[in-house]
């Protein structure tokens, strides 16, 4: 080593200078190619030294195991005069792969607070949906514009305060029916509400009674008087994917639960306050959405069912878009149950609801199958969307129009069924999880079968062997779980039988594979990671990504993604990132800088757990 400096740094003779650089250069070689060739190999294939590395190892509340305890933070801490603390600008610290080599990095930044100014208000915010400068500029607000996203520019870089008081979650199943109240400290729709049982305020805890403004007798009999009243709905067989428009504290999704029904339940970030971050806490699936100038975040002909119980939209107003769109994202042969006192009321201003929304149904070649009150008064009525195009063609006015290729605004798409029968078109749940959905034309070209059953296998062992014997995830700890590159779905399908649910993300700037998600009998949504997704903060226990960042590099910057990332995921949670190493190797000092605990396996794996810290 010392001969060799000396001919670097005197530079005598310049043979033995160029033989030594060769020679430097070849070992490296070697060993970059040796270090690749390992990651490869452990793959696809668990290693028996790992789980072994493991045993010694536990987290109490989510008992994900890492090979070994990363090292603390090398970056300082200092305190401004306010008392918050700012990241000192040396930032970074080391990690632990899974093979004990620490990995350094230096990452310059500082943390700082969110919304400081605004006091609580800071705790829920959600970027793109609370930018109060875009909605005061708003020309208008008659079609909902100021509940629909207005995304600021930059991206906001900083980290959203706690509650005061806030806990791990309740677990799941227990937190279906009461969740910590100081998580949530939102008294507004308790005493709003208080009559129709949706939600009750009992010592350090809010209840759900499982009650609701057309839930008379509980959302379990409204339920049943569904299928009652039209059998052929058959939860958990026909019926397995479900939208809940205007869902209040979702409990109609959640209980849905149980018939083997995933139910995703949206709602306006409005004057219900917090409804969807209720949800969210009480592990069911949902989302901040709005009927509005904007169209829904999912895929044409995507849900089995939409259901809406008093859920305040105009269906028939604006020339019935809201409607049409409705008809855009139901499959064909697919149910809207619609409760509302139009449906069984017969004063007037019902009466002209009413018959405004027969005319509207009748354009859009919608059927009534069924209309019924149960014992309590409350009516309910069902309609069907067709399954052939004949009805389309045989209207007197093309009004509204049949939808031209790629454009899906204020049209119908065509529906796409050979059989009139739609109830034996599409398998039944589960069957339809693992078979390839034939009726999408629009993906065969460049992804088949052959495609579908590959990515199925791959992640078939990737979940049953690196992240339950390499990493020894313990699924049943985990109930929000976030998908943030989903594909086709292979990931939330090998964990369907896991006490979880999982969003799956399909990032807009990726191949459109959320229609074969939502054929599978799984939820997901469209969405842009360089902006804020539509949730409130801490509402995911484990974020999970595959292949992700490397594009998102091209388009925005990796701090932005992982400020939202923070965001979201509950304190205690984790993030299980699959990524090149380049990446990882930009990823870890970030998150470290958050004080999140961190571990690399094998180059290719990146487990990270969130505490409480903020500055």
């Given at each position: 080593m010392a001969t060799t400096r000396s001919l670097l740094s005197e530079r005598r003779n310049p043979f033995l200078l160029t033989l030594a650089v060769l020679i430097v250069a070849l070992l490296?070689?070697?060993?970059?190619?040796?270090?690749?060739?390992?990651?490869?190999?452990?793959?696809y294939f668990p290693s028996p030294d790992l789980k072994s590395a493991n045993s010694n190892h536990s987290t109490p509340q989510s008992q994900l195991f890492l090979p070994s305890?990363?090292?603390?933070?090398?970056?300082?801490?200092?305190?401004?005069?306010?008392?918050?603390?700012k990241l000192d600008e040396r930032g970074g610290g080391k990690g632990v792969r899974g093979d004990g080599e620490e990995v350094t990095k230096e990452f310059d930044f500082r943390w700082e607070i969110c919304g400081r100014e605004k006091g609580s208000e800071a705790v829920d915010n959600i970027p793109c949906l609370d930018n109060m400068k875009a909605i005061k500029a708003l020309k208008s607000r008659r079609r909902m514009e100021h509940r629909e996203r207005h995304c600021p520019k930059p991206s906001p870089r900083c980290l959203v305060p706690l509650p005061i008081g806030y806990k791990i979650p309740v677990p799941w199943p227990k937190s279906r029916d009461m969740i910590w109240y100081d998580n949530v400290p939102h008294p507004k729709l308790v005493e709003y509400k208080k009559d129709q049982n949706w939600v009750r305020k009992s010592g350090e805890y809010l209840l759900f009674p499982g009650g609701g403004t057309q839930f008379k007798d509980g959302v379990k009999a409204y339920i049943h008087f569904i299928e009652k009243t039209l059998p052929a709905i058959d939860w958990g067989r026909h019926t397995r994917v479900v939208l809940d428009v205007g869902c209040g504290v979702a409990s109609f999704g959640g209980y849905l639960l149980d018939k083997d029904v995933i139910t995703l339940s949206f709602a306006p970030k409005d004057e219900h306050e917090a409804q969807i971050q209720f949800a969210l806490e009480r592990g069911i699936p949902a989302v901040l959405s709005v009927i509005g100038t904007q169209q829904l975040t999912f895929p044409d002909n995507a849900f089995d069912l939409i259901h809406c119980a008093r859920c305040r939209v105009h269906w028939d107003g604006d020339g019935g878009k809201p409607l049409i769109e409705l008809n855009r994202i139901l499959r064909p042969g697919g149910h809207f149950v619609w409760s509302a006192t139009p449906v069984y009321r017969d004063d007037p201003r019902d009466q002209v609801v009413w018959n405004a929304m027969m005319t509207l149904t009748k354009s859009i070649c919608w059927r009534v199958v069924v209309k019924a009150t149960d014992a309590t008064g409350i009516g309910l009525v069902i309609y069907q969307k067709p399954t052939l195009n004949s009805c389309y063609d045989e209207r007197k006015v093309n009004n509204p129009p049949l939808c031209i290729q790629k454009n899906r605004s204020n049209c119908l798409p065509p529906v796409h069924i050979a059989?009139?029968?739609?109830?034996?078109?599409?398998?039944?749940?589960?069957?339809?999880?693992n078979v390839w959905p034939s009726n999408i034309f629009e993906l065969n070209i460049e992804y088949g079968e052959e495609r579908f059953s590959e990515d199925m296998k791959h992640w078939e062992v990737l979940v049953s062997g690196i992240y339950k014997f390499d990493l020894a995830i313990n699924w049943s700890s985990f109930r929000n779980v976030m998908d943030m590159n989903?594909?086709?779905?292979?990931?939330?399908?090998?964990?369907?039988?896991?006490?979880?649910?999982?969003?799956?993300?399909v990032p807009i700037h990726r191949l459109d594979t959320?229609?074969?998600?939502f054929d599978r009998g799984l939820i997901g949504i469209y969405h842009d990671w360089c902006e804020s997704f539509n949730t409130y903060p801490r509402t995911y226990d484990l974020l999970h990504s595959s292949f992700l960042f490397g594009s998102l590099t091209k388009r925005c910057d990796l701090v932005d993604v992982v400020t939202e990332m923070d965001r979201i995921l509950r304190p205690g949670g984790w993030v299980l990132i699959q990524d090149t190493e380049e990446i990882i190797k930009k990823l870890n000092p970030m998150l470290q800088t958050l004080h999140w605990d961190t571990s690399i396996h094998k180059g290719a794996f990146l487990v990270g757990k969130k505490g409480f810290w903020r500055p």
């Open positions: 490296v070689i070697i060993f970059l190619t040796t270090d690749t060739t390992n990651h490869l190999s452990s793959f305890a990363p090292n603390p933070r090398s970056s300082s801490t200092s305190f401004s005069g306010d008392g918050s603390s059989n009139s029968d739609a109830q034996q078109t599409w398998p039944v749940w589960p069957e339809r999880l989903a594909g086709f779905g292979g990931f939330a399908a090998a964990l369907v039988k896991e006490p979880l649910w999982v969003m799956n993300v959320l229609p074969v998600i």
